[in-house]
């Protein structure tokens, strides 16, 4: 398996030769006189590793709140496989293949691991019959993609926290979705445990999974995303490659430090 500190270009993204999977077209939120998010336009290559970033309160959650459904944008519009799903509710938006995690872990206390990931693949089986067939051995495959399948039995109450944000992947990974949205992956996580959570996401990846990716900790971001865009204040102030947008006058100004403090600075709060 590649490392993280050696991917250099994502192959599932070249194959898919440019076929963008998710869109925004000008998305707008506001809360009272403020503009969370202004007129935001993205566009996701298929198989690519996309990410969000900005300093804190630049509108990044709620950008993924309204890619997501868990907000309904002002005015815009989102776009999944080319269909509309502009204020889709959260469950229909999961049901089309796009799926998401959070930037505080969630678990679902007083179930185990299997109970989690079991409640989660409800969505990726046709019927009953099929989920009857095929649960099992889907399950121990979500967690097989982890590393998790020696926590199967175990309850999420007694996990630590790197294995809790696993686990919290793994709960959006077994809806099946082909568009991961990840939210601060790397939150709280030492280092060892972002160099696991790191290699899931290649994982993932490299079975053709799109990802999404919202994170503070830019130096192990850099490592596996393929293109960056940057919002400050709702807006979009940049878009590229990690080693352009890093460069970019505007970008550096909004994190208000030089070049090389941008990416070693592990801002922290909210997004």
């Known amino acids: ?9 994502n192959p599932a993204a070249a194959a898919a030769g440019g076929e963008i999977i998710l869109e925004t077209e000008g998305l707008v939120r506001t809360f009272g006189g403020l503009r ?4 935001v336009s993205m566009r996701v290559r298929k198989g690519s590793r996309f990410a969000i970033i900005g300093p804190n309160g630049s509108g990044k959650t709620t950008f993924f709140n309204l890619v997501s459904g868990f907000l309904r944008p002002d005015s815009g519009r989102v776009t999944l496989h080319g269909a509309d799903i502009t204020g ?13 995690t959070f930037q505080l872990v969630r678990p679902f206390l007083g179930m185990t691991v299997r109970e989690t990931f079991q409640v989660a693949a409800n969505v990726a ?3 009953p019959q099929e989920r009857r067939e095929r649960e099992e051995a889907y399950v121990r495959e979500v967690a097989e993609n982890l590393g998790l399948t020696d926590k199967l039995d175990t309850l999420v109450d007694d996990l630590n926290h790197g294995e809790l944000r696993l686990v919290d992947i793994g709960r959006a990974m077994a809806t099946n ?14 280092q060892k445990e972002i ?4 290699e899931v996401i290649l994982r993932l990846s490299e079975r053709g999974v799109t990802m999404v990716i919202v994170e503070h900790k ?8 393929d293109d960056v865009m940057v919002l400050n204040f709702g807006r979009k102030i940049a878009e590229g490659r990690p080693e352009d947008v890093i460069k970019n006058p505007d ?7 030089t070049t090389g403090g941008l990416v070693d600075a592990p801002a922290a709060g909210n997004s």
């Open 177 to 190: 979705p082909q568009v991961l949205l990840l939210d601060e992956p790397f939150s709280s996580l030492s």
């Open 1 to 9: 398996m590649a490392t993280a500190a050696s991917v250099q270009q």
């Open 36 to 39: 969370a998010v202004d007129g």
């Open 125 to 127: 089986f046709r019927s």
């Open 251 to 257: 970008v550096i100004s909004a994190y208000l430090g």
């Open 218 to 225: 830019l130096r192990a971001l850099f490592k596996l995303v």
């Open 88 to 100: 889709f509710s959260p469950d229909k938006i999961v049901a089309r293949g796009l799926a998401r």
């Open 195 to 198: 160099e696991r959570v790191s």
